[in-house]
């Protein structure tokens, strides 16, 4: 089965600085999806990024960025210029299309508060 | 482009009872998704529907159901509610064959007491 696993509970940083959520994940398919969601307080669930396993380049959304280590099954996310704006929890997530499942599996989070 | 929709937003409801929450899915979509984030448990994969039928089922009880309409809003019931079903429920919906771009709901919180 597969496993997503976000090994930081909380973290913090500095308004306009730069910071990196780590996320590894457990699978043996070798095409597969990956995502990076944002849930605000507000909990409305927005897609911040998502990385197709066959696609060597890391993906990048304007100040949002990952880097995809496919065989360390790593996939963290790097956000600079942090804004306050950032502040939220954000999951990690896999999806295997394989079998089209439509099941995303998510890793238990990472909180990130943005300070002034 | 109006989103995915929930209602109610919040709910109390007590051990026993039966809930129904509804999901409105964006327009052009035929895919809904339901998850349940509940505290310390994260977000589990509840149901999926597409077209009316159910395409897939999260490791939930039985007494977990819905259903999708003509119109392709679906609706979530929990029978039996125990203590342990409160959390948010999130919506999400997408086209057909493109499960990998989900848009997610505000959610409903149901707290059962």
């Known amino acids: 089965a597969q496993t997503v696993t976000q090994s930081q509970p909380e973290m913090s940083v500095q308004e306009a600085e730069t910071v990196t959520l780590s996320c590894t994940y457990d699978?043996?398919?070798?095409?597969?999806?990956l995502f990076w969601y944002k849930q605000p307080p507000s909990r409305q669930m927005i897609l911040v990024i998502r990385q197709e396993a066959y696609k060597q380049q890391n993906a990048t959304e304007n100040r949002f960025s990952v880097n995809f280590q496919k065989a360390a099954k790593s996939f963290s996310l790097k956000i600079s210029d942090s804004q306050l704006g950032d502040t939220a929890m954000y999951f990690c997530?896999?999806?295997?299309?394989?079998?089209?499942?439509?099941?995303?599996?998510f890793g238990q989070g990472t909180t990130l508060q943005v300070k002034p | 482009e109006a989103g995915v929709t929930q209602s109610p937003t919040h709910l109390i409801k007590t051990r026993g009872q039966q809930v129904t929450l509804r999901c409105s899915p964006i327009?052009?979509?035929?895919?809904v998704y339901w998850y349940q984030q509940a505290l310390g448990l994260g977000l589990q994969f509840l149901l999926w529907?597409?077209?009316?039928?159910?395409?897939n089922r999260g490791n939930f009880p039985p007494r977990f159901s819905g259903r999708q309409f003509p119109n392709y809003s679906s609706e979530l019931n929990v029978n039996a509610l125990e203590l342990e079903d409160s959390a948010l429920y999130l919506c999400?919906?997408?086209?057909?064959?493109?499960?990998?771009?989900?848009?997610f709901g505000p959610g409903t919180r149901l707290t059962v007491t």
């Open positions: 327009s052009g979509h035929t895919s």
């Open positions: 999400a919906s997408s086209l057909w064959l493109r499960n990998y771009e989900q848009y």
């Open positions: 699978t043996s398919e070798s095409n597969y999806y």
């Open positions: 997530a896999f999806m295997r299309p394989i079998g089209n499942t439509g099941k995303l599996i």
């Open positions: 529907y597409d077209e009316g039928e159910e395409r």
